[in-house]
């Protein structure tokens, strides 16, 4: 049974960081790309980081500069490191395997207040 675990979410102020952490079990995830998503107040979810099994990234281009994916192979966890937050990227942030059936796990919810 596939299980992702989010964690690291907080209320912060405009310009603060957070760092997200997602422990995964159930998969190779050595194998696996993995992503960073988020779903804000009335809207659907949307990527916003990816990275790959060799470390590639991709990120949203309303991230870019800002937030930072990285991936621990022996620890089965991927982050994200956000900076410079604003009230925008409020929003439950998830993490899972792209274009997978995986369920998705509880989330974290991330408020950037103004």
């Known amino acids: 049974q596939v299980q992702l675990v989010e964690s690291g979410g907080g209320l912060v102020q405009t310009g603060g960081s957070l760092r997200l952490s997602c422990v995964t079990s159930?998969?190779?995830?050595?194998?696996?790309?993995m992503g960073w998503y988020r779903r804000a107040p009335g809207k659907q979810r949307e990527m916003v980081a990816t990275i790959g099994r060799t470390g590639w990234t991709n990120y949203a281009d309303a991230v870019k500069g800002r937030f930072t994916i990285s991936r621990d192979n022996a620890k089965n966890t991927v982050t994200l490191q956000m900076n410079s937050l604003k009230p925008e990227d409020t929003a439950v942030y998830y993490c899972?395997?792209?274009?997978?059936?995986?369920?998705w796990g509880q989330g974290t919810q991330v408020t950037v207040s103004s």
């Open positions: 899972n395997v792209p274009s997978s059936s995986y369920s």
């Open positions: 159930g998969i190779i995830f050595s194998n696996n790309i």
